[in-house]
T-cell receptor, first 112, second 115 residues
Framework: SQQGEEDPQALSIQEGENATMNCSYK?????LQWYRQNSGRGLVHLILIRSNEREKHSGRLRVTLDTSKKSSSLLITASRAADTASYFC????????????FGKGTRLHILP | GAGVSQSPSNKVTEKGKDVELRCDPI?????LYWYRQSLGQGLEFLIYFQGNSAPDKSGLPSDRFSAERTGGSVSTLTIQRTQQEDSAVYLC?????????????FGQGTRLTVV
């Protein structure tokens, strides 16, 4: 079963604009992670935010976490064509002993 | 190896045949995960191995699916009597556990096509 649900399912923006993707989840978590997938193959880890953190930055990425609302957002600033990919949130759930559950993903397309 | 290795990269098989997909995790990673991804969809959890513990098989879709992990390293996912709906990319990931909050490293996947 899916734990995370990303929103929107698809997003197209102009190069240089900021892209925001949201993720909602259902159960208590140890942490929430964001991954990127190019061309439907292996996923690459982007950033991890712990359950006791509210915001985290990594380069052009900013992640927020609101455990009271069970939601997270991923912001990519100053988007580039190379950011075109699918983005997934994944949760480490407290009751499932290190099992990582992924959402359905947001397909991001950066327009030149 | 340097990363998670999966083989084969692509597999085309006839309906009803058995297939074996292999995953070689990063050395020292105690946790190993299998996921399935249908075209344009998210990752569906299949099975999870953690050290010497009994695997979590709660995501396996039917008894045609099985997996093993020998010696705490290489894992094989076996699909018996393949069906067309089994066509998907099968992804393997591994990570260190024992401390919380670690990232998973993914292989490039095996694209399975059942014809």
């Amino acid at each position: 079963s899916q734990q995370g649900e990303e929103d929107p399912q698809a997003l197209s923006i102009q190069e240089g604009e900021n892209a925001t993707m949201n993720c909602s989840y259902k159960t208590s978590i140890n942490n929430l992670q964001w991954y990127r997938q190019n061309s439907g193959r292996g996923l690459v880890h982007l950033i991890l935010i712990r359950s006791n953190e509210r915001e985290k930055h990594s380069g052009r990425l900013r992640v927020t976490l609101d455990t009271s609302k069970k939601s997270s957002s991923l912001l990519i600033t100053a988007s580039r064509a190379a950011d075109t990919a699918s983005y997934f949130c994944a949760t480490d759930t407290m009751n499932r002993d290190d099992k990582i559950i992924f959402g359905k993903g947001t397909r991001l397309h950066i327009l030149p | 190896g340097a990363g998670v290795s999966q083989s084969p990269s692509n597999k085309v098989t006839e309906k009803g045949k058995d297939v074996e997909l292999r995953c070689d995790p990063i050395s020292g990673h105690t946790a190993l995960y299998w996921y399935r991804q249908s075209l344009g969809q998210g990752l569906e959890f299949l099975i999870y191995f953690q050290g010497n513990s009994a695997p979590d098989k709660s995501g396996l879709p039917s008894d045609r699916f099985s997996a093993e992990r020998t010696g705490g390293s290489v894992s094989t996912l076996t699909i018996q009597r393949t069906q067309q709906e089994d066509s998907a990319v099968y992804l393997c990931a591994s990570r260190v556990t024992g401390t919380m909050n670690t990232e998973a490293f993914f292989g490039q996947g095996t694209r399975l096509t059942v014809v």
